[in-house]
């Protein structure tokens, strides 16, 4: 019992020098990415947060849309908390009309650019971004300055696979979610709640 505490007091100092270390205070560019379940999912919990914390947030799904999801049903009353906005066309694979999506994709970032000007917004989710990136319906670096020039104290989380390098380099935070394996593959249809 002696050495284990003896462990966990060295892994505290260790920790609390490493806190003691960070003193800028201001926003940061958070992107989740990879093939793996799960970055939408971590956008929402730090929304959840935020909102826990009396924080005002803005929300941008860019190839969402069509169908019911659990997350903008329950956040759609808070509208002096959220501004929630989607662009409306559902998955690229499924509409097959690029110019439709690329329209789609320019009018959802006019509002995005508006947010990232906003200082009431505390944190603004860019969710499934990347995919505008990778098949250039929005330019990176157009992106990344809008991105840069927003209030300091805001934070800005984008989730999806693929993108741009310039992003990935641009971000403060980048975490890679890696798939397994996935329940879809053996079969198992999506379920309200987990999925959607």
Known sequence: MASHKEKM??????????????EIDRGTVLLLTGNG??????????????????????????????????????LAPMTDMIEFHQMGTGFTWETQDKSQDIEAAKKLWVIVEK???????YLVVLDELTYMIAY???????????????????SVVITGRGGGAALKDFADTVSEIKAIKHAYQAGIKMRNGIDL
């Open 9 to 22: 007091q060295k892994q505290k100092e260790k920790v609390d020098a490493n806190i003691a270390k960070a």
């Open 37 to 74: 379940k799960g970055k939408s999912s971590s956008a929402f919990g730090m929304v959840l947060r935020c909102l826990g914390h009396g924080y005002r947030v803005g929300i941008a799904q860019f190839i969402k849309g069509t169908y019911f999801t659990g997350e903008k049903e329950f």
């Open 115 to 121: 947010m990232l000007k906003d200082e009431s917004l």
């Open 136 to 154: 250039n319906y929005l330019d990176e670096d157009v992106i990344i300055d809008a991105i840069r020039n927003r209030p300091e104290s805001q």
